[in-house]
């Protein structure tokens, strides 16, 4: 079940109006909204990469501020990757009612 499922959105009245700025508001349209929530996403995303990159740099580097004690992070992080993405999978449902599963 979705967030906003959860929330109750569907049993609220539909707003009169669009926000301004549909990529700067407040409330349920902040809360729920696709280019508010995809906003979101992105910058979540790019601090990831960001982390990833940085980390990355350091041991590289040999920088005693990161503490890890395995031999290849690249490697140890594409592995741990590579688990948690095959441990993703989305079902939807078709109009048909078949379900699709994606990894």
Not at 13 to 35: A, C, K
Not at 69 to 78: E, F, P, R, V
Request: glycine share 4%; charged share 30%; aromatic share 8%.
């Amino acid at each position: 079940m979705t967030v906003s499922l959860q929330a109750g959105l569907q049993n609220k009245p539909e707003p009169e109006r669009l926000p301004p700025n549909i990529y700067s508001t407040e409330g349920d349209w902040e809360t729920f909204s696709t280019p508010s929530r995809d906003a979101r996403l992105k910058t979540a995303f790019k601090e990831v990469r960001d982390n990833t990159e940085r980390f990355l740099a350091l041991w590289r580097t040999r920088d005693p501020r990161l503490f890890y004690g395995g031999d290849d992070l690249a490697s140890d992080m594409a592995r741990v990757h590579a688990r948690a993405a095959q441990a993703c999978s989305i079902v939807y449902v078709r109009s048909d009612r078949t379900k699709v599963s994606l990894s």
